[in-house]
């Protein structure tokens, strides 16, 4: 029931852009994306919701396909500060599943 | 404004000896809280659920439970730890179920040696 992320690593120059993808087998009601640093808690991004309701960070966008099951994170114009392992997340009745995990790098 | 605090930070235990994780929430009342686990490199675990005082949902059959004695109190407990058990432990809360984010505490590194 987790949800799959692809890449699983990329590695960017800094200012080059870079899409993280999230696809579940299961319906998606809602997506969730967190980020998190190495050895810090996750911390919150965007959630998307059914519909096309979305809320989060301002510098960054995302797309939610319901029919396809599937969430896309877009970075651009990326800086040092967001490298870190993104993670998407779905709810399901009372549980909540994320993802496989996306290790992004960003080089100056 | 809402705080979640863990403790301890970190935590070097003995097979087979007890555990005891306490996760606290201030500036909301009734959140749901959450129990995660993550294995050094890999991904978040959720272990438990709770919508409220006494009310437990678990999604992965271990030797691990939890409890919520109070609304904004959180406890992850072991009798008996196993080397298996080792990993960064996580509580976090949201106002609701899915339509609202997850808020993390610091963590706890916890080795089991």
């Known amino acids: 029931q987790q949800p799959v992320q692809s890449p699983q690593a990329v590695i960017l120059r800094e200012g080059e852009d870079a899409v993280i993808n999230c696809s579940s087998s299961?319906?998606?009601?809602?997506v969730h994306w967190y980020r998190q640093k190495h050895g810090e808690a996750p911390v919150f991004l965007m959630i998307?919701?059914?519909?096309?309701e979305q809320k989060g960070h301002d510098k960054i966008s995302a797309s939610f396909n319901e029919k396809k099951q599937q969430s896309s994170l877009y970075l651009t114009a990326s800086q040092l500060s967001y490298s870190g392992t993104y993670f998407c997340?779905?709810?399901?009745?009372?549980?909540?599943?994320f993802g496989t995990g996306t290790s992004l790098t960003v080089i100056p | 404004s809402q705080t979640i605090h863990q403790w301890p930070a970190t935590l070097v235990q003995p097979v087979g000896s007890p555990l005891s994780l306490e996760c606290t929430v201030e500036?909301?009342?009734?959140?749901?809280l959450y129990w995660y686990r993550q294995a050094a490199g890999r991904g978040l675990q959720l272990l438990f659920y709770?919508?409220?005082?006494?009310?437990i949902s678990s999604e992965v059959p271990q030797n691990l439970s939890a409890s919520r004695p109070q609304d904004r109190q959180f406890i992850l407990s072991s009798k008996k730890l196993l080397l298996s058990d080792s990993g960064f432990y996580l509580c976090?809360?949201?106002?609701?179920?899915?339509?609202?984010?997850?808020?993390f505490g610091p963590g706890t590194r916890l080795t089991v040696t």
């Open positions: 976090a809360w949201s106002a609701t179920s899915g339509r609202d984010e997850q808020y």
């Open positions: 997340g779905t709810e399901r009745g009372n549980q909540f599943y």
């Open positions: 500036g909301t009342s009734n959140p749901n």
């Open positions: 299961k319906a998606l009601y809602s």
């Open positions: 709770s919508v409220g005082i006494g009310q």
């Open positions: 998307l919701l059914k519909g096309g």
